[in-house]
């Protein structure tokens, strides 16, 4: 549901102008899904991380980490994106080309869906509304297959648009069977396709000369925080909850990435770990957001078919069940106060719930942040309940015990199941699987307790899954009884609650809701970031080349700069108008004008970029006013 | 030449204690040369960075990038690194360990020597000064082989001694001529070493599901600015010189990683590129810096055998010749004055001046700023003269365009080659590689030009090299002559001054600087930071968890970040004096107690880390205090 009345190429060309990203490698070709930054983007980005970094990290002493971008394939096999970080692409039989399977099934199906508007149109003599040309529009026409206007059948037109609205909930098998019942062929060749095959998103290399250790560049920062989850819990002297944080590059070797920063192979992530006791999801300052108000799109509304906001606060939605607890709660709350100061618009902004299809192989419950830009509704943070998923798995491969062990005030008589090994029998029985044997039983559900007892005393026997074999246990091998125990330590493993951030995307957004266009003797471009992210807070503004003038840009550059605000200097030898409407493109709210009265005087005129308004005033306290505004 | 007498385990124990930094997939094992920063240590160089950027790219108003770590292999070949940026490794013939060729050289000569030095003190009755003993000495031992006390020939002794000094230098065939010709094995298994092969140190990965498009984790960010060089000129408004910066991860796959983190294979860089005028090296900022002194070995003491430090100021050094031009004494000041702002102790910083034959392929000069830790004289920031390489290579590979164009107030008149294509001949008798043999000629240097001018005018004809074959031109296909053309605009390819910090050597060296152990009951560590840098500048202290202090920690620690005061609380159930310990060895140089006074009469106490001093005051004036230190 992209904007079509939006002027996104003339956005875009201001992105490229003012050198806020370009793409990589452009000077051999480029290659899709790769960005650079320039130095404004670049500004932009690092003051976007660090009204992060103190909304989040600082404001809430979490536990920064920086960790390698490198990542073992034992790892990542061990957390599940080795077998699970895929998607579905399909090849053209004949000249070998490859697309993303859900995407070609998503442009055949809209083309056609186009095709029988238009030819519904002709019938009655209306024309359909294009969307604005853009300069991609020949490409992107190319890559849909030419619109042809055939009338569809009023059923065919309704089955296209239901599979469109669940195209990202196939399988593999389901967007194969869709090809076939379609006939979706390459747009660009009309020559048949594969069946889908799964395509693993993770970047591959070799670690170190031997080509054994083979390594991945992650998909996300989290694991690496998981893996360090012993000495972080450590470090805060075992108290629970706390977080760990992340910022850093992470990627994914995309099909066919497009949407500009919406889809790139390597992008910056900020991600947050909260470890969380699983019997308490309470948090301490829920208190803060409890009556922040948010639109939000649940599950239930969503498979009823609809997609209307509700406005509610976040203390109705914990207390009516709709978000499930307040941890969850108070980042959402928390999420929507982080991206509102760094200036994303609050009526282009909602939190979305996963359906169960749609979720990540590891969340149990996740809220999506969306932004609305012309692309539609864009996650451009998560904020899943990953459970206990990640810390189990890496525990039980590598039997490092990433548990919290909580001392209890009283002591706490439980019901547990008991397991005895008769380890005399046990050697001699399994021989070198006996200790495998002995770990299987141990870490047992309690559902598998109560079958291999059941087992045991109706049969004498039981079978048992260790070292990729099936064994067989008998009676006097091992009891298994239920009892009660008395604990003194409650050990626990945590779940965690993870934000996730893709900073390019909220940047991305943030340029649209930032872009307008000053009307008057020609339409000018205009950034309106909030000061608190623009990429310089101040333009220093020589009247023109005179000497006289430049003592005063070094002296005043400085103080600018020892006060904390950035500056840049623009002492090209355009008029001032022209210099001002190009620092209204570069997004920067102040400039100072450096005049003779200036060298007289010591007075500076001071233009603020949204209202053009000016006052002049001494150096001294516009350098005040500058620095109330930055502080803000 | 490293330390024996530092106690470098106590330091990293207290490294791995307080979680600055430990190796990778640590429950897994870990891998060599990957380390994940811990909250500590991750603050510790988030402030290092924040320092750098502040004193290079805010003071100069340099244009900071942020571009891809993946690079596609046409970039880097053009580069040079594809083919030259490699090490030499050997393999153990029968189990196939494999080894870097230098280090395993080092390390059997090395041994020797000491086995030599043990034999000898033997006959006299002397011991020998053993290494501090390290929980990795067992390994060490192991890996260096085993030193057997024998004596060896004065000449021998010489001669490895010779070999060791020069160890750097040695190109793969001289590292197999030393091996062969010393009879150097493999120290683990004593079994024949293969001769020295090139290992390539970059990472390499498919781009997308073709298997077609090849790319490569960068070594190094500048070249990601080079491809950019355009439009930041165009940012600039075409205004030279200027400078490019960026922060990023960097990867290089070594052979053998060792020295902690020295040597990596993933780590963060801090790169400026400054593009001058190759006419005109002067920096208009250079009276800032000349008059500081500092530490010069220069390639001249070097190759008289020396190593004495010379102090100079760099105006000096400029001068006499010893430091090129006043771009390059510019930034050795600069980064000199960096190093000494973040805690790097002034006696041990020196500049070095590579020998030839250590530079990198693409240097003309280059100085380290080296730091002496315990591990010796490390090079820790490189500043190198890439001349106009970059940029030409990427350019002539491109056909793009990356000059500067100077309009010359006054035109000038010059001698010139100039060449005259005839297009009637060249095409019917180059076909389709006419423009190909057009391009070849009109880029030929001055010294081609005159060969071939000879050529024409004694033989009719020369032969040409085009398109990966060779053609015959005759004189009337072109003509070639020297003239005076008029200029108005000077076009010249920029030169690049690059230094280069890596981050974590940096980090690596300043915990050593930083680190001393005070003596009392029992000794305790204290990392001295310059609060500046320091992880944390203020811990919280409630006394105890009595209830009453839970606001007066809430309430200050918010007061603390509103003023940037980067604040940890620690209200864990121990004793004040460890917490203060604790402190210490986080490097943090301020707490503030709460105990029972404070619920009185809002007064707190004040404690600094490296005199220990204590003071009481209103938290109102306490703050202010801290304000004044952080702001410094």
Same mark, same amino acid.
Not at 118 to 124: D, E, L, M, N
Not at 442 to 448: K, M, N, P, Q
């Given at each position: ?159 296209? /648009?239901? $599979?469109? @609205?669940? =195209?990202?909930? *196939?399988?593999?098998? +389901? ?7 379609? #006939? ?81 192979? /390597?992008? $910056?992530? @900020?991600? =947050?770990?909260? *470890?969380?006791?699983? +019997? ?7 208190? #803060? ?344």
């Amino acid at each position: 549901m992209s904007d079509t009345t939006f002027d996104r190429p003339a956005l875009e060309q201001l992105i490229t102008k003012r050198f806020f990203y370009a793409p990589s490698f452009q000077i051999y070709g480029g290659v899709a899904g790769f960005y650079d930054y320039g130095p404004t983007g670049c500004a932009l980005m690092n003051n976007i991380i660090n009204v992060w970094r103190n909304h989040f990290v600082l404001e809430e002493e979490m536990l920064e980490l920086d960790t390698t971008i490198m990542t073992t394939e034992e790892v990542l096999k061990t957390s599940g994106h080795v077998d699970k970080f895929a998607d579905w692409m399909c090849k053209d039989l004949k000249n070998g080309e490859i697309f993303r399977a859900d995407h070609i099934v998503e442009a055949v199906l809209e083309a056609r869906l186009q095709g029988d508007a238009q030819a519904r149109a002709a019938k009655t003599g209306e024309t359909v509304k294009n969307p604005v040309e853009d300069k991609d529009a020949k490409k992107k026409k190319k890559k849909k297959g030419t619109v042809v206007a055939v009338e569809l059948d009023d059923a065919v037109r309704k089955e296209y /648009e239901t $599979t469109l @609205a669940q =195209i990202d909930n *196939f399988s593999g098998e +389901e967007l194969g069977a869709i090809m076939k019942k379609f #006939d979706i062929r390459s747009p660009e060749s009309g020559n048949e396709l594969s069946a889908p095959q799964e395509f693993n998103l993770m970047f591959d290399s070799m670690i170190g000369p031997t080509g054994q250790l083979k390594g991945y560049l992650r998909p996300e920062t989290a694991q690496g925080q998981f893996l360090n989850f012993k000495r972080l819990l450590e470090f805060n002297n075992d108290k629970m909850p706390f977080a760990s944080a992340q910022v850093g590059r992470s990627f994914r070797n995309e099909i066919s990435p497009r949407s500009g920063l919406l889809r790139v192979r /390597e992008f $910056t992530m @900020a991600e =947050i770990e909260h *470890f969380v006791d699983p +019997e308490n999801k309470q948090h301490p300052h829920f208190a #803060d957001v409890k009556d922040v108000t948010i639109s939000l799109l649940s599950k239930d509304v969503q498979l009823s078919g609809n997609t209307h906001l509700v406005e509610m606060t976040i203390g109705d939605a914990v207390e009516k069940g709709v978000i499930d607890n307040q941890t969850l709660g108070y980042f959402i709350g928390r999420i929507y106060l982080f991206l509102l100061k760094i200036g994303i618009k609050r009526d282009r902004l909602r939190f979305r719930q996963h359906m169960d299809n749609e979720m990540a192989h590891y969340a149990t419950d996740c809220w999506d942040a969306e932004i609305k830009s012309s692309y539609g509704w864009i996650e451009c943070v998560g904020c899943a309940d990953r459970s206990a998923y990640d810390l189990t798995v890496h525990s039980r491969r590598t039997k490092e015990k990433l548990v919290v062990r909580e001392q209890l005030e009283t002591p706490r008589v439980i019901e547990k199941w008991q397991v005895e090994i008769n380890k005399k029998t046990f050697g001699p029985k399994f021989k070198k699987s006996a200790k495998a044997v002995e770990e299987a039983l141990l870490s047992y559900t309690d559902e598998c307790y109560e079958k291999l007892q059941n087992a045991l005393e109706t049969e004498g026997k039981a079978s048992v899954e260790a070292d990729g074999q099936t064994f067989e246990v008998e009676k006097n091998d091992v009891s298994v009884s239920r009892g009660t125990v008395t604990e003194h330590v409650r050990e626990y493993t945590p779940n965690v609650i993870e934000p996730s951030f893709g900073i390019g995307r909220i940047l991305y957004s943030l340029l649209e809701h930032s872009w307008w266009v000053r009307e008057g003797d020609e339409s000018r471009n205009v950034l309106s970031f909030p000061t608190i992210v623009a990429p310089f807070k101040c333009c220093l503004l020589p009247l023109s080349g005179n000497e006289a003038f430049l003592p005063f840009v070094r002296q005043y550059s400085r103080q600018l700069r020892k006060n904390g605000i950035s500056t840049r200097t623009d002492d090209s030898k355009t008029s001032i108008g022209r210099r001002y409407a190009r620092n209204d493109e570069l997004g920067i709210p102040y400039a100072i004008t450096i005049d003779f009265q200036t060298v007289e005087d010591g007075t500076v005129t001071l233009r603020e970029r949204d209202s053009m308004k000016q006052i002049r005033d001494s150096f001294e306290n516009i350098l005040k006013i500058l620095k109330e505004s930055s502080d803000e």
